[in-house]
Structures are given as C-alpha cells and as structure tokens.
C-alpha cells in the first residue's frame, strides 16, 4: 500500500518563510505550536530556524493523520493563507454559505479565519472521507 501525500514538503518550506509566524505549523497541523511561534515570532526565531530541519518529519507524520482526497490540503491552505477574509477556502471546499458569509464579513471579523487556521487540516480530512462513502 502507497503511503498517501496529503501535504506538500515543498508548500510546507514555502510557508517556512514566514515560520517565524507559525504558518507552516499551523500547515502540518500544530496549532497549538503555531500559536506560540505567531506569539513569540519562532520562540524567538531559534524555533523557527530548528523547524528548517524538522519539516520532513512533521511532512510525513501530517500524510499519515489526515485523510487524502477530492480536496487538496495545498489549495486549500493558499486560499485560507492569503485570502482567508474572503472565504474562498471554504467555498472551494463546497461550503458555499459560510464562505460566502466570510467574504461578507472579513472572515467572521477574523475570528472565523483563526479558527480555520486550527481545524483547517480536520475540515479537509472529514470532507474527504465523507467524499470516499458516496
């Protein structure tokens, strides 16, 4: 059995860039990392330049944890990434009233674009494996 990719090693350094905000952990699924480095700029930016020679495995451990499917974690993490106040992450995972109510609000006044930044990948995974029943 092929090990699935649902994450990108190559987007998960692109994010790195601004790692010291916790973008990329945030990617791999370790939001409550993501928000000490977004807090502490990379604990300080010594996190961040660890995190250079930690993102194969927290690649690989993010392939296994979530599920591979219709909906890709890339595209859906561009959107939220630079577009989150719009809602175009959720409308291109087909949650059409709740993106469109993003792009009404500025992301639900940015509290609806910090929670996706946490529960993005699990958002991702369930609307894949529901996709796989049907």
């Known amino acids: 059995m092929q090990k ?26 370790k ?3 993501g928000t000490i480095w977004f807090f502490t700029f990379g604990l300080f930016l010594v996190g961040w330049i660890v995190d250079l020679f930690l993102i194969p495995s927290m690649d690989e451990e993010a392939d296994y944890r979530f599920a591979e499917g219709p909906v890709s974690y890339n595209i859906s993490w561009l959107l939220l990434t630079f577009t989150g106040l719009l809602g175009l992450h959720r409308m291109y995972m087909g949650k059409w009233i709740t993106g469109v109510l993003y792009l009404l609000t500025g992301g639900l006044f940015l509290v609806g674009v910090l929670y996706d930044f946490w529960t993005l990948n699990t958002q991702i995974s369930e ?8």
């Open 31 to 33: 939001p409550i990392t």
């Open 4 to 29: 699935p990719d649902t994450h990108s090693r190559f987007f998960g350094y692109l994010l790195w860039i601004f790692g010291f905000l916790g973008a990329h952990r945030f990617y791999y699924g």
């Open 127 to 134: 609307r894949n494996r529901g996709s796989l029943l049907h």
